[in-house]
């Protein structure tokens, strides 16, 4: 064995029948990637299997759960150049196309996950086979990333599965499980984990594979067999992308133009623009946020990691659209027993309901069997008492924004549990520790704050009032992981983190609204901004009615900069309460809507358009930026990434700007403190906060590799 070798990533072995089973192992971690080195060990393993005139070669992981989770994404990020990144695409592109024409078979044997680089290296094998396993997934997500698939992922992938289906699980950075995979032609077999090798050596003494044609129903096939088809699919898909992104991400539109190569090209000049996408994609600016917020997600997983007591029964207080939610997510996600608990019946089966709606969606998707389906069902019951409340582990309150009747749920599950049962509050506004005044065991309430769709939103606050234990937040922060949330834990203070900087925001679209501009302008000038949806549409969705019982809570908490328009209260008056009551500021018809132009009456206002999106957009963000910094300089959150990732996963903050925080550093605290006391020569309440100054004077920057680069 030569030195190169000893410190390879691959073992090689030649069994008895003269087959090589090639084992994947990077030493010390627990993920398999495609590091540095990789390149020229594959090379070393190729030129091995062709000196030792093997007869077929398998590649195996090492590591229990996964094959290879896409290339080292830190390697990207060491790329400092474009040059760099080109390499590494052409590189990969080469040893894959070495390993393509080798004279024997070569078969990748997958279990676990099995994504970006590491998929493209499988698709490189002449056979696939992968392991039957729930934590089975294949899929090139670097569209998540901001990237596209840089090892040949754009150029292989559609002559396996056809260019509509490559389009579809690239530009949404699709997993998908085995059988899927399957179906679709991306894996020849699926077995047991416990016979993966075995299989796999049968193929490899199957000979090579000769061709390879997508399993195309008889549309598809004549879609996508000539250019008048493939024009319509290409012009579809790329109509969806300026749609879905807003134009604001680069990526989707260089995996089209690579595919579309891989499809109308010869196979050099596919390959030579899937490369130079990639380097463009790995050096910019919406990829590096993108990276950031793996890393910081990545980062987060590590925190608050204690081992604590498991969460098995689950108790929801209220079966409303949250609660109902937030049993979902417990039962469903986390495999909880889940008790809801409704002054009326109506409640519970509305919370049964909820659930059912989701599982029989799957199961008609094919995601859920029927047994499935039932079996998490059976785990949600409900009841209007406390009846069988004694083994609850955690107790989830989601009822009004009203102190006393919070106050009064603490005392009746103190009384009605035991002693270890966390009360955990879902309440959007309103101090912890003012819950928890009266608590006989004050160390196990705590505020766990979701967002509305709960099934959907990836966030949730944790917030410990002053005498919360330890071990309630390490409980619920894992079961709220449990739940496929991300958790970030904030201090306690009205509004916490989310709501905090998302009403100043949402108040300074009302009062462009009230000075006269016209309720959709605001609303486009947000999205194209990058949020998701614009501030009307989003106080429509929470209902203007739950706005306006919050906005009394932060005023007095907070200040009168948190104080809500008084003229909304004619729009409660008026029934007006947002999509639930079918009213808002627009009308909903099924899933239309358009603006209520008799709005405008109602509150006083004559329309008045002066400013430009951009104005209108400016004025709202830089609300939630500045009230964003003080919440970092009072210890709401623990960081500016905590802020970041809390923003993004909560509200919609537009990822390619890497959360506010980060697109602070990248205005600069002196651009924006002086664009704030500009606004606050007309509104006081845009009066830069001090750190923010104090930031700007000192030329600081939330991240530090900002602040050493300005
Ligand atoms: C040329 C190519 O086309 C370009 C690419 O391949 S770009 C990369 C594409 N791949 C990806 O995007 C997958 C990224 N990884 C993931 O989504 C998730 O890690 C996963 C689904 C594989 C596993 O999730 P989970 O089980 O929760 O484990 P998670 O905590 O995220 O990861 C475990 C460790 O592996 C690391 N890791 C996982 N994938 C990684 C990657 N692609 N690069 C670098 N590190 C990675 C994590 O940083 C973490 O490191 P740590 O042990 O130091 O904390």
Redesign the pocket.
């Known amino acids: 064995m030569t030195a190169e070798q000893a410190n390879s990533v691959f073992d090689f072995k030649v069994n008895d029948d003269n087959i090589a089973i090639v084992t994947i192992d990077v030493a010390g971690?627990?993920?398999n990637?495609?590091r540095d080195s990789f390149v020229d060990d594959l090379n070393a393993v190729i030129k091995q299997g062709v000196e030792q005139n093997i007869k077929g070669m398998v590649f195996i992981s090492g590591k229990p759960d996964?094959f290879i989770?896409?290339?080292?994404?830190?390697m990207?990020d060491n790329a400092k150049t474009r040059d760099d990144a080109l390499y590494?695409?052409q590189t990969?592109h080469s040893v894959f196309a070495d390993l393509v024409k080798l004279p024997f078979p070569t078969v990748a044997a997958m279990n676990g996950?099995t994504?970006?680089?590491?998929l493209?290296f499988a698709l490189a094998c002449d056979y696939r086979v992968a392991s039957d396993a729930s934590n089975t997934k294949l899929g090139?997500?670097?569209v998540?990333?901001g990237?596209l698939?840089?090892?040949g992922?754009t150029q292989r992938l559609p002559k396996l599965v056809g260019i509509q289906k490559a389009l579809e699980w690239t530009l949404t950075g699709k997993q998908v499980r085995p059988k899927q995979a399957k179906k679709a032609g991306l894996v020849d077999d699926v077995v047991p984990n416990s016979v993966l090798l075995d299989v796999a050596l049968k193929f490899a003494v199957k000979g090579k594979r000769k061709s390879i044609k997508p399993k195309l129903g008889k549309v598809s096939q004549m879609l996508e067999s000539n250019p008048f088809g493939r024009n319509i699919i290409f012009k579809k898909a790329t109509e969806n992308v300026e749609k879905k992104t807003g134009g604001h991400y680069p990526a989707p539109f260089a995996i089209i133009k690579a595919i579309r190569a891989a499809a109308e090209m010869a196979p050099a000049k596919g390959y030579e623009i899937e490369a130079q996408g990639?380097a463009d994609l790995v050096m910019s600016k919406e990829s590096k946020a993108l990276r950031g917020i793996?890393f910081a997600t990545?980062e987060m997983?590590?925190e608050w990691n204690e081992q604590s007591q498991p969460t098995e029964n689950v108790a929801v207080l209220g079966g409303g659209l949250m609660g109902a939610g937030i049993a979902h997510v417990s039962a469903c996600k986390a495999g909880a027993r889940v008790r809801v608990k409704d002054i009326a019946q109506k409640g519970i089966s509305g919370a049964l309901n909820y659930s059912f709606k989701i599982l029989n969606k799957k199961q008609k998707r094919r995601i859920l069997s029927k047994a499935e389906l039932q079996l998490q069902m059976a785990r949600i019951t409900g009841g209007t008492d406390y009846a069988g409340f004694e083994n609850t582990d955690i107790a989830i309150e989601a009822v009004f924004e009203d102190l006393k009747l919070k106050q009064s749920m603490v005392a009746d599950i103190e009384e009605n549990c035991n002693e270890n049962t966390i009360f955990a509050s879902n309440t959007s506004s309103l101090p912890i520790g003012q819950i928890a005044e009266n608590a006989a065991r004050p160390e196990n309430v705590i505020g766990l704050h979701y967002f509305s769709p709960v099934e959907k939103m990836p966030l949730v606050e944790i917030i410990p009032h002053e005498t919360t234990a330890k071990e309630t937040i390490a409980r619920v922060v894992n079961f709220a992981r449990k739940q496929g949330k991300t958790p970030i834990v904030v201090k306690d203070k009205a509004g916490f983190y989310v709501n905090r900087i998302l009403a100043p925001y949402v108040n300074e679209a009302a009062n462009l609204l009230l000075a006269g501009e016209p309720i959709e302008k605001i609303d486009e000038a947000l999205v194209e901004f990058g949020f998701p949806v614009g501030p009307m549409t989003l106080l429509d969705e929470v209902g203007i009615d739950i706005g306006s019982k919050i906005a009394p809570i932060l005023e007095k908490e907070l200040g009168e900069r948190f104080k809500a328009p008084d003229a909304f209260s004619r729009l409660i008056d008026a029934g007006r309460l947002g999509r639930k009551s079918g009213r808002g500021f627009f009308v909903y018809d099924k899933k239309d809507k358009k603006v209520d132009e008799s709005i405008y009456d109602l509150l006083g206002i004559s329309k008045n358009p002066r400013l430009n999106k951009e104005e209108i957009a400016e004025r709202c963000v830089s609300q939630m930026l500045n009230e964003a910094a003080r919440c970092l300089d009072e210890g709401i959150i623990a960081s500016a990434r905590d802020g970041d990732i809390g923003a993004i996963f909560g509200i919609g903050f537009p990822p390619f700007l890497g959360g506010p925080f980060s697109y602070m550093d990248s205005l600069g605290a002196g651009h924006l403190a002086s664009r704030l006391a500009t606004f606050a020569e007309q509104n006081k309440h845009f009066t830069p906060c001090e750190p923010l100054v104090a930031m700007a004077e000192a030329k600081e920057a939330f991240y530090t590799e900002q602040a050493s680069a300005s």
């Open positions: 971690e627990k993920m990637t495609l996964n989770a896409g290339a080292d994404i830190k990207l590494l695409s990969c996950a994504l970006g680089g590491g493209e090139l997500p670097e998540q990333l990237l698939p840089g090892g992922g990639f793996f990545t997983k590590k």
